[in-house]
């Protein structure tokens, strides 16, 4: 069992930044971690992804180059670094954790993850 909990968001002008953080407890050794986020009346969408050593990343086209994610396994936590904010980066943000060690190869799918934060809303203004 894993327990996700996202924190950070808020509302920020467009061009701030903002760092969202998403606490895990539980199992989640060997797994790679997603953030993924919904806007209303949107599907949920792929945002980043990390593999389990940190040392492989993947990024939607939309945020590439403004976002980083990065995980810290000691202290069990995933971070989304986000700048140069845009209004159409509003949305809720989730992190999600993916149960499969080879399933990397999905992880913009948002079927390929097993458990999923509360969520944590980031609303930019223009």
């Known amino acids: 069992q894993v327990q996700l909990v996202e924190s950070g968001g808020g509302l920020v002008q467009a061009g701030g930044s903002l760092r969202l953080s998403c606490a895990a407890s539980?199992?989640?050794?060997?797994?790679?971690m997603g953030w993924f986020r919904q806007a209303p009346g949107k599907e949920r969408e792929f945002v980043a992804a990390?593999?389990?050593?940190?040392?492989?990343?993947d990024y939607a086209d939309s945020v590439k180059g403004r976002f980083t994610i990065s995980r810290d396994n000691a202290k069990n936590a995933v971070y989304l670094q986000m700048n140069s904010l845009k209004p159409e980066d509003t949305a809720v943000y989730y992190c999600?954790?993916?149960?499969?060690?080879?399933?990397?190869?999905?992880?913009?799918?948002?079927?390929?993850?097993?458990?999923w934060g509360q969520g944590t809303q980031v609303t930019v203004s223009s």
């Open positions: 990390i593999s389990w050593s940190g040392d492989i990343t």
């Open positions: 999600a954790a993916d149960p499969n060690p080879m399933g990397w190869g999905k992880r913009r799918d948002l079927r390929e993850y097993d458990y």
């Open positions: 539980g199992r989640t050794f060997g797994r790679h």
